[in-house]
């Protein structure tokens, strides 16, 4: 089995994938599936319910929702309005949008690093209402009430000195949000899912993950109050690469001979590669309009 | 007199100025000035002692260095090392760097608006080190011992939906920072200071100053640790081009008609408008350069 | 009469709205005016007849068309959508594209610097298709015929060395195109019409236009090709400010007394500044989308 | 053998490379090589001679120096002022700098995709001065004589509609330059080449090379005077990494299985995939630095 080979995947879907593969259900985790063919969207929600769950996953207990949407890489005039509408569909139910809420936005990575950039790029373009209703009232907004939205962008650490979740924990501690949405460019395990997945969760953003790599957890544990992660794959390690190209051909081998292989074959500087497409700047650009979009619509209805 | 008809200037400089030329002395404030011919850099020294010199300037008790250096819009090969030099100096001395502190370095503005733009381009220069000598001690710094840097970027309020100052609170009180350096874009009264005037401050920043106009000052009352304010006007607002131009043609006149002429001639959507150098762009970007490196210069040495 | 101090415009308009005031009609100028109520769009076509009134006006023989529209500083949904509608009218009009042609746009000004970066941005949104209908012919566009649209982003003479109209000559003569279209930012006189006026001319773009002042022109003459200009006003000489508002003020003097004051009053070192609105940066990016809105309606309707 | 196979690389070191690995001598080729300990600078210089040569490297006659430098990953003080001075030397030898030259100096590739904007880069950083001659004479700049140096960012086809060789070509019958240096992004074969190392060839850049694939040469034949390329690799085709990975298990294998194994084992999509450096948008700025100054250094001495 490859699996004692680590290879890092950020998405739920692609870990519970190498299950499905071989046959093994594992108990405590759920799988739901869902195709819609007109719109080309497959949504995919896994529940990991159990410790034993979690353990076998390697993700904490929690949902994890995933849109995929082969059109996502290709532009539209509307920026994918569609996927927006089932980004915001999910949001609506998870953080219970009917009641009135005050949640802050959180862009992760580093904005001068194309692949990491699309946490960043997605809060410049939402809506922010909070300043508004403090000072005006929600009926300043033309609506029956409206959620308080703030937005931050805090740098990574290279760029701060500070760990992300310093940053955020201040400003929960200040501003009292009743939901952090924390948006974060991930790494893939395959490039099949480069720019076109979009994972949503209830468990925050977790220690290791990110093209950045965060360090210590946006998690409700951590922050005292719900956090939503929204992530998506913009990256693969180049190191993946050969590995998945290969696993097929070393089927053969016995999983020793196969870890000896692999661990020769793959140089150690490819580790700090990543592979992505050719239009990478182009694409998060356009995913971070589908995404605020999504965040906007969930918003702004009551 | 002039005065009554409200004309903004950020720089305590150039209201003394205005009480110079009118040959009147204040009670509660001593201004130094000192010129060094070399390098054509002349830096004045305005102290506010009292509560009666600070109602009469309009600026809260403290001390305010300002730098003047003509050859500042001129670019040059190390960008005007000899000012970093003179900021570095300031610095050392108004936060005392003799012993190790702890510094947190904030970018006021709006990253998108060009004029607006000198504190985020000044941090995003900055070495940062905190989270190196958190991780690995001050030995691996390779100085016996240095301060502790981070720096934040936090956007203004339309962006964010929160108020600077809470942004501000909330991570001074995670991180526990001894200094806060605060970095803003001014708005100068006269085109032949901007871009050309440093302004250093331990009275940390104003609501209403700054470009981009901050409502809750980030002051040592607010936020319980000293803060240093660093600004250079980059803008002068229209209307106060107009307004001197007649200042002196008006003088025959007596108060109230030139309240009346001055109000008629400078049309309302004049206060909407900026006169910034032709080439701004560029020029904050070599600001910026010079502010941060004059940090540096004042962080690195022990 | 306040005409012999030079002031300066690039607008036909604002040129021809001095002799208006005056009630002066001037011989070989034909101005004719429509409003637009619904849409709010006022549309001034200013026809410079003779040789006379090509004098009279300081701007050569040829047809100028003004936009107006007042909400185009307002950001709104569609970038204006009935102002790019506009444009493009008078583009087939004055391009006659009910015929297959070969259009080269080209985007003056400096991309680095906020104000003059105009027309690079509006080339940066065209739908380019010269290149796809050389490989595969205008079938491949999937309309019966269609135009060839090329575009180039010279750069202005302190990047390239090159005189602009020399690139731009090599180019046509290489390309053979049959239009030339140049989009630059302008200087205006008033503030009342920066970033909300639009101005179509057949004459070309002229030397000492322009808010980064070129010094040959982009015409018929130099180019051999008909060439039509697009300007709209981004910037206001601060001097202009000031003479303007004082222009009341002195009505009682007789010319020569105002030319002496304006002289003193007006300093030397603003004449290098710019008046522009706050939020420049964000105003120059919208106006790029509807104009280059305007040129992709007009090269895709057959 | 592999070289059936092909992979694609723009470096004709790492084509020689190959040959040299299996021990065979081509007729026609002289490599030189050379190795600065002190400044850990290797140099190698092909030659090729003969058409045979030409056939067998699969790159036209002319000369190749490759200049590499580890460090030149690392970022330092002076943009590694040691590399741009090996650059200006081997340039004033194959242009013959000691006289007077007219240089155009030409930025391709696009400037908006990260990888790809090496050229752009390099090009705004060029001390520019044939306008400033033009109009005050070389003695204006305050040396006995000068190169006049002239640059241009042409844009891609996608972009402008055009052959960047048609824009080229018009400008150099314009502008009569003596000498074209045209700076790219390369693809490389190996990571481990990746922005560290720089081709300067005196054969111009050749169709289907640099990181967006030129589909006509920039070359002597084409333009009419004398085409220096500039290259560095900052990308390699993801399909590469997975061949030559395998390249090494593979070897038991005879020719045709090898194959029909790769062609299998890659998937068509990763063709579309680039390996870059995490690091690779800070990566292009600083080399575009160390290039840019390479040619100022060159240019400026006399």
């Known amino acids: 089995m490859l699996g004692t080979y680590r290879i890092r995947t950020d998405l739920a879907m692609e870990q519970a994938e190498r299950f499905t593969e071989e046959n093994v259900e594992i108990r405590g985790v759920a799988i739901q599936e ?3 063919k007109e719109k080309d969207i497959r949504t995919t929600v896994v529940k990991i319910q159990t410790e034993n769950g979690a353990k076998a996953m390697g993700k904490p ?9 082969p059109n996502l890489s290709v532009p539209d005039e509307d920026y994918h309005r569609e996927v927006s509408g089932e980004i915001a569909h999910h949001l609506r139910e ?26 960043p790029q997605t809060v410049d373009n939402l809506h922010i209402t909070r300043h508004i209703i403090r000072e005006y009232g929600v009926q300043a907004m033309g609506e ?11 740098g990574v650490m290279a760029q701060t000195g500070m760990e992300t979740l310093e940053i955020i924990q201040g400003i929960v501690a200040e501003t009292q949000p009743d939901v952090v949405i924390a948006i974060d460019a991930l790494a893939a395990r395959s490039t099949r899912r480069l720019n076109r ?31 939503i992660g929204i992530g998506v794959p913009t990256v693969v390690d180049a190191a993946t690469i050969v590995h998945d190209a290969m696993a097929h051909l070393l089927e053969a081998l016995d999983e ?30 356009r995913l971070s309009f589908t995404i605020s979009e999504g965040l906007n619509m969930a918003f702004a209805r009551v």
């Not at 207990?61 to 949407?69: D, L, M």
């Not at 074959?265 to 182009?282: R, W």
């Open 197 to 227: 997945t979009i994972q949503i969760t209830d468990t925050g953003i977790h220690p290791g993950s990110g093209v950045g790599n965060h360090r210590e957890g946006l998690t409700e544990e951590n922050l005292q109050v719900k956090v």
């Open 61 to 69: 207990q929690g949902c994890y929702i995933t849109i995929e949407a």
């Open 94 to 119: 998870l953080i219970h949008l009917e009641k009135e809420k005050s949640i802050l936005v959180v862009g992760l990575g580093n904005k001068s690093i194309t692949s990491d950039s699309l946490g």
């Open 256 to 285: 020793a001979e196969q870890k000896e292989f692999l661990e020769e074959l793959i140089s150690p500087n490819l580790h700090s590669m990543f592979v992505t497409p050719k239009d990478v700047d182009e694409t998060v650009k």
């Open 144 to 154: 029956e009430y409206l959620h308080r939205i703030s937005g931050i962008i805090p």
């Open 34 to 36: 869902n195709y819609d």
